[in-house]
């Protein structure tokens, strides 16, 4: 098992930065590709980020690219979501998840979900 927990979340005026963290405990973290997910108000659960389990490799979804950027601490536990540039359509509860093997980027395919945390984008 590995329990994530998410922190960092808030509101901002647009054109603003956050960073979120996502702090993990349980098994060895560093075996866990990472991803980052979001889902606005009445929208499905999308893909922003990931990570594989070294760092080597990143993706990111279309509307966050060249804005958001994904990064890992394995002597922490921590991986980091910076959003830079944050638009009113940014605004979701974003969560971590993590999943063992290669890192992938749909929802299903991750085995272990933080809570969220909420980010809001006024414009």
């Known amino acids: 098992q590995v329990q994530l927990v998410e922190s960092g979340g808030g509101l901002v005026q647009a054109g603003g930065s956050l960073r979120l963290s996502c702090a993990a405990s349980g098994r060895t973290f560093s075996n866990f590709a990472i991803g980052w997910f979001r889902q606005g108000p009445g929208k499905e659960r999308e893909f922003v980020a990931a990570q594989t389990w070294n760092g080597r490799m990143t993706y990111y979804g279309g509307s966050v690219k060249g804005r958001f950027t994904i990064s890992r601490d394995n002597a922490k536990n921590t991986v980091y979501l910076q959003m830079n540039g944050l638009k009113p359509e940014d605004t979701a509860v974003y969560y971590c998840?993590?999943?063992?093997?290669?890192?992938?980027?749909?929802?299903?395919?991750?085995?272990?979900w933080g809570q969220g945390t909420q980010v809001t984008v006024s414009s």
């Open positions: 998840a993590a999943r063992g093997g290669i890192v992938r980027v749909g929802v299903e395919e991750y085995d272990y």
